[in-house]
């Protein structure tokens, strides 16, 4: 089974023109790549644009790229779909949107200071998370220190950033509590 998630942030590059950047809007499955339905997502074009292109689709499964058609705020998989993904995920995940809190270290001209976060979590693994930010994200964040809500209590971890961008931050683990990475553990694997 084929998962988008609601609130990936994928990736289209066209001929001739810039990059897109695109979130869907909802989560799409099917049992393979090529019987994906049109991925409802939020582009800043109008209605009525059409462009072709090859969009890196992230799943639950892995990251691979597609050839196809945005249209009216829909991405439609067109030609012939890969047969598989090119990158597998290492790690059990879950996505979602769990509140989270933290304090990021960052480097400033003048040395390194704390500045505190707010936001949700919308992509959680064994070995990582992505963190969406509210309102932004200050740049230059070389760790964070985050709370998680979770089902069975609060997570409480050291995240190493891996990217950033905007509101959005990628990091892998630091340091987690070894009873944290149990639960973790147990709530990827559902």
Known sequence: MITVPAGSSLTLRCPGTQDRVLVTLAEVRADFIAELPPIPVLSLDGPGVRRFGILELVTTA??????????????????????????RRSAPRRSGALPAVGTAQIQTADGRRLVPLTGRVEDISTVGLLLRAM??????????????????????ATVSTVAQRADLLRGTYEWIGSSDAVELAGFCAR
């Open 135 to 156: 309102p932004s994200l200050p740049p230059d964040i070389e760790r964070t220190m985050v709370h998680v809500a979770m089902p069975w209590g609060e997570l409480t």
């Open 62 to 87: 892995g990251l691979t790229w597609v050839e196809g058609e945005l249209r009216d705020d829909q991405f439609r998989v067109i030609g012939d779909a890969p047969t598989d993904i090119v990158q």
